[in-house]
């Protein structure tokens, strides 16, 4: 038997807290950050924290119909929301994860619960990467005017828009990604971590979440720079007003002895 996982990363996060108290339904599993629950014997659902809603062997109408009922709940809903797929095969002699699929001897609740973990983690991460490269490509912008112009060309208060937009973004990513550690069941069964480790390795999410720390790293040495150059920038022009200040004053004394 064949079952299909699909996850959408929808929004920048999800107020689960308040969802869980909407939301009727067996709750099979929850922490401050997840919520897993058990819809029927075949339907699974798993809603996060950081944006991504979860689906197990959910049609399109059903998914459409589920999506609508949380976005009230949702904070900077997209208006595209990413996607990711992977199919659950059952009745294999041994667990084995291939590239778009795992194959499994029997449709466990934890195996099905970890698959799903790891395919939001998976779509999660594309998002984030996406929002790493756009922040690198904006701080390469200036500084490639550094390089070719010997300053930022940016006025005081368009760089300290861009420092804190940069910053928020920053730290919403890496207040979120600590939440990819795999499940503490993982850790004392053999069988899940075997699963988890594979999944890991096939979506590839260890190497991704180094390479998007790795990218926030190479931002934030450039705001440290960009910002040590406002504050010269500012102190040169403190440093001017304090110049005219004196020659005004000089000019006043000149001309009253003159006159």
């Known amino acids: ?7 959408y990363q929808i929004a920048d996060s999800i107020d689960v807290k308040q969802f869980s108290a909407f939301f009727k339904a067996e709750l099979y599993y929850s922490d401050p950050s997840e919520l897993f629950y058990r819809i029927d014997t075949d339907h699974y659902l798993y809603v996060f924290k950081y944006g991504a ?5 959910y049609d399109p109408v059903s998914i459409s119909e589920f999506l609508r009922i ?16 992977f199919l659950v095969e059952t009745g294999s002699k041994d667990l084995r994860v291939g590239f778009n699929k795992i194959e499994i001897p ?10 799903m973990i790891n395919v939001s983690q998976s779509v999660a991460l594309d998002y984030y990467g996406e929002q790493t490269s756009k ?7 200036y500084t490639q005017m550094l390089e070719t112009k010997g300053r930022l060309g940016i006025t005081g208060k368009k760089l300290k828009q861009y420092i804190g937009r940069t910053l928020l973004l920053r730290n919403r990513i890496a207040e979120n990604i600590y939440v990819f550690d795999s499940p503490p069941e993982t850790w004392e069964n053999e069988r899940l971590n075997k699963a988890d480790s594979d999944l890991k390795r096939t979506f590839d999410l260890q190497v991704r979440v180094r390479v998007i ?12 720079l960009f910002r040590g150059l406002l504050q010269y920038r500012n102190s040169n022009i403190l440093e001017w007003i304090v110049i ?7 000019l006043n004394i000149a001309i009253e002895k003159l006159f």
């Not at 809603?53 to 062997?57: A, E, G, S």
């Not at 949380?70 to 797929?85: A, G, Q, R, V, Y």
């Not at 922040?135 to 912008?141: D, G, H, R, S, V």
């Not at 005219?244 to 000089?250: A, D, N, Q, R, S």
């Open 244 to 250: 005219i200040l004196i020659l005004v004053e000089v």
């Open 1 to 7: 038997m064949t079952q299909k996982v699909i996850s």
């Open 70 to 85: 949380i976005k009230p709940f949702c904070k900077n809903i997209f208006e595209n929301s990413l996607t990711d797929e």
């Open 106 to 115: 029997s449709a466990s609740i934890d195996v099905l619960r970890l698959v």
């Open 53 to 57: 809603v979860c689906f197990l062997n």
């Open 135 to 141: 922040l690198l490509a904006e701080t390469n912008q």
């Open 213 to 224: 720390h790795e990218g926030l790293s190479i931002v934030r040495d450039n705001l440290e």
